[in-house]
């Protein structure tokens, strides 16, 4: 039964799976062994169902899973808003765990023209798509007015590691941030694989009331392609990477007015798109 997205979801109150689990390790460490207990960060298949028909399978963390529904449909064009989709039900399945998501008629009618038979591993943004054209997508110029001084970025990043608890525990987890034009680090969501990490945070931000013209993204991890195109999607201004860029990611980022970050540590970043905002041109 289709249910309507509510605060109580957002909260991640009917996650079916724990994020994290338990196991028994040996460690050795400088010639000592010794027996310990380790945290391990959950890896599931996460398959995605738009009006009943099945449309993708990542492999996820089992966290936050209406953010990262919200999120997917909307970074990949699914749906142009999220008042097109109108529920969403987690359910436990054999393998995994099934999302159903119900989507206006149009954007189901549009979604059956182009679907695609994506199995995507963990990080993989382009796993089984059909055609070179359905790659490159070409996102609408992004409107922002967001600004800020590097050195918010060193201290955004030392406000995230310190939020990223799955990644305490386990050390297995990426994670998105979103930034607030007062430097607040706003909203955090983990996943053992970078683009799942944007997504559920783009999911979470088409649910709340942040400003996307004022802030900027952070991720810690490098800034492909896809993550671009994800950031120009939500709308915002800046990317922030902890490691490098890919080429054509700079290509992507230039085009669509996105200032795109990388090696943002240690009180030094990279430029590579627009560094008006970053205040530095």
């Not at 915002?236 to 490691?243: E, F, K, Q, W």
């Amino acid at each position: 039964m289709k249910r309507d997205i509510t605060d109580e979801d957002a909260a991640g109150g009917i996650e079916m799976l724990a994020a994290q689990h338990t196991r028994a390790v040996t460690r050795w460490r400088a010639g000592a062994v010794s027996d310990e207990i380790d945290h391990l960060a959950e890896e599931v298949p996460v398959a995605l169902e738009y009006n009943g028909i099945s449309h993708a399978v990542m492999l996820a963390t089992p966290a936050d899973l209406e953010d990262f529904a919200i999120g997917f449909s909307l970074t990949e064009g699914v749906v142009d808003s999220p008042r097109d989709i109108y529920g969403i039900d987690v359910e436990p399945a054999a393998n995994g765990l099934t999302v159903k998501v119900e989507i206006a008629t149009p954007a189901f009618v549009a979604l059956k023209g182009r679907r695609r038979a994506l199995a995507g591993r963990t990080g993989c943004g382009l796993c089984g798509t059909e055609s070179l054209d359905e790659i490159m997508r070409t996102p609408g110029i992004v409107q922002s007015a967001a600004s800020f001084h590097p050195t918010v970025f060193d201290d955004a990043f030392a406000a995230l590691h310190k939020r990223q608890a799955l990644l305490r525990d386990t050390g297995a987890t990426h994670a998105a941030a979103w930034l607030r034009a007062d430097g607040e680090v706003a909203l955090v969501r983990e996943d053992v694989g970078r683009h799942n990490a944007l997504d559920k945070l783009a999911g979470a931000l088409a649910r709340g009331q942040e400003d996307v013209g004022s802030g900027a993204v952070i991720v810690t991890s490098r800034a492909s392609y896809e993550m671009v195109l994800k950031t120009a999607t939500i709308g915002a201004g800046i990317l922030a990477a902890v490691s490098g860029s890919t080429a054509l990611a700079v290509r992507l980022a230039e085009s669509a007015g996105v200032t795109l970050a990388g090696f943002v540590r240690g009180g030094s970043l990279v430029a590579y798109t627009h560094p008006q905002r970053l205040l530095i041109a």
